[in-house]
T-cell receptor, first 111, second 112 residues
Framework: AQRVTQPEKLLSVFKGAPVELKCNYS??????LFWYVQYSRQRLQLLLR??SRESIKGFTADLNKGETSFHLKKPFAQEEDSAMYYC?????????????FGAGTRLAVHP | DGGITQSPKYLFRKEGQNVTLSCEQN?????MYWYRQDPGQGLRLIYY???????QKGDIAEGYSVSREKKESFPLTVTSAQKNPTAFYLC???????????FGPGTRLTVT
């Protein structure tokens, strides 16, 4: 079955501390993985995608096919990083751009 | 701020009434989606449409209906058959061949 698991509902850190939001997936093929973010009072938006291998707002995520993980990392958290983060999987095949979302992790960065 | 609009932001209905949520996009995207967002459950796909006059059930379509008469519009009707309709509803769209989805601001529906 296709599934995305985010084991932490809440991650609470202090400003300047490293952050790792965990994401594990279950999919037999070659998926595309994404991280979406929802800041307070803003709409859900794409943060980054694994195929781009980019760093956005200091965040990076590496797809580990052996561990079926796509953890989101940032070396030094900022208060403005506080938001809800969703990991999402898009199956490699299929007639449409289906996304399967995890339950989300709320990141709280304290001063 | 164009892109995807959803109206209204908040909606209240009595149990047993059908209610329609609006979703409009001016991005010229072919595909549109409806999700339901509940605390602790992430986003779950209700319906999607790849092209005008065509739509498919998602993972939790029971109690919902949609139409796609125009490319820019994809309204969702929450019927009285939906057992637990109170939720936050998100509409999204995507261009052809692109996996990224663009989301609207959402509508919070409360049924009492």
């Amino acid at each position: 079955a296709q599934r995305v698991t985010q084991p932490e509902k809440l991650l609470s850190v202090f400003k300047g501390a490293p952050v790792e939001l965990k994401c594990n997936y279950s999919y037999s093929g070659s998926p595309e993985l994404f991280w979406y973010v929802q800041y307070s009072r803003q709409r859900l938006q794409l943060l980054l995608r694994h195929i781009s291998r980019e760093s956005i707002k200091g965040f990076t995520a590496d797809l580990n096919k052996g561990e079926t993980s796509f953890h989101l990392k940032k070396p030094f958290a900022q208060e403005e990083d506080s938001a809800m983060y969703y990991c999402a999987l898009s199956p490699g095949s299929g007639g449409y751009n289906k996304l399967i979302f995890g339950a989300g992790t709320r990141l709280a960065v304290h001063p | 701020d164009g892109g995807i609009t959803q109206s209204p932001k908040y909606l209240f209905r009595k149990e047993g009434q059908n209610v329609t949520l609006s979703c409009e996009q001016n991005l010229n995207h072919d595909a549109m989606y409806w999700y339901r967002q509940d605390p602790g459950q992430g986003l779950r796909l209700i319906y999607y449409s790849q092209i005008v006059n065509d739509f498919q059930k998602g993972d939790i379509a029971e109690g919902y209906s949609v139409s796609r008469e125009k490319k820019e519009s994809f309204p969702l009707t929450v019927t009285s058959a939906q057992k637990n309709p109170t939720a936050f509803y998100l509409c999204a769209s995507s261009p052809p061949g692109i996996k990224e989805q663009y989301f609207g601001p959402g509508t919070r529906l409360t049924v009492t």
